[in-house]
């Protein structure tokens, strides 16, 4: 059997839960939607569209309010467009307006330090909004290490070059993601024979943060691939098994696959 192509996100859920990692994988079951998730991806679709927005009417006097005006728009319409997500969520009206308002929040966070950023540099706006124009959304595919992921930002610094992904999480410790800058640094030190000079995470409730990209950092990513990949040969349910925790059910929720996985108690 051929080795399963691997990502940050299976390698994390079999390291929280193996018999999760079974469900989700091999067995491919359906995983139910939650309201993290659905708008996790509606502030990553807004932060993918800012950068495609017409700037040509701006200027360094007065880019802060139309920017601001740019992502709430996005933001509405990407929250609309998500409406038939929503519904199957089955919120009431107060938790939709919270979840909108926090959302819209987090974004207008992340625009603080955007904004910051284009004061530090010199040039016309439009000069200097090009030039902080990232690549977005790419995905990097090792053949050779059978990992893939998709990378949020590849920005163009001062400082040098960075990898960068959104979280809209309320955990702000950015060594919990280590693994996952890891292996993006991998895939991109694979590709263009060179390593990232940082990776790093933007906290949208938060602020940026950052790890160490070195040889240390590659060759972790490269043990955990490694791993993942020896113990997922199988294809028995009871090669994985559970790892039971306050993530099975929890005083708002429960695992997406808790109903089958008590069934087979």
């Given amino acids: 059997m051929g080795k ?4 940050p996100s299976s390698i994390n859920t079999y390291n929280m839960c193996p018999r999760k990692y079974y469900y989700a994988y091999i067995q491919k ?10 708008r996790g991806n509606i502030a990553h679709s807004v932060l993918e569209k800012f950068f495609d927005q017409d700037v040509s009417d701006m200027s360094i006097n007065d880019f802060k309010g139309k920017l601001t005006t740019v992502l709430q728009n996005l933001l509405v319409t990407e929250w609309q467009d998500a409406e038939e997500k929503l519904v199957k969520l089955d919120l009431t009206d107060n938790q939709r307006k919270f979840y909108f308002e926090e959302t819209m929040l987090m974004l207008l966070n992340w625009l603080s330090h955007f904004c910051e950023t284009i004061i530090s540099q010199k040039g016309s706006f439009q000069e200097i909004f090009k030039k902080l124009i990232p690549e977005r959304e790419k995905l990097f595919v090792s053949e050779k290490k059978q990992v893939r992921g998709y990378i ?3 920005e163009k610094r001062d400082d040098g070059l960075r990898i960068m992904d959104y979280k809209t999480s309320s955990s702000f410790n950015v060594d919990n993601h280590r693994l996952q800058l890891g292996i993006y640094c991998m895939l991109y030190h694979e590709i263009h024979g060179k390593l990232p000079d940082k990776a ?3 906290f949208l409730k938060d602020k940026p943060k950052f790890i160490n990209v070195d040889q240390e950092l590659l060759d972790f990513a490269k043990k955990e691939v490694e791993l993942i990949h020896e113990k997922t040969v199988s294809d028995d349910i009871n090669d994985y098994p559970k790892k039971k925790s306050n993530l099975c059910k929890y005083s708002t929720g429960q695992c997406e696959f808790y109903e089958v996985c008590q069934k087979e108690d």
């Fill in 4 to 7: 399963r192509i691997q990502s």
């Fill in 29 to 38: 079951l359906e995983s139910l939607p939650n309201i993290h998730q659905v």
């Fill in 152 to 154: 949020d930002a590849i």
């Fill in 200 to 202: 790093g995470i933007y």
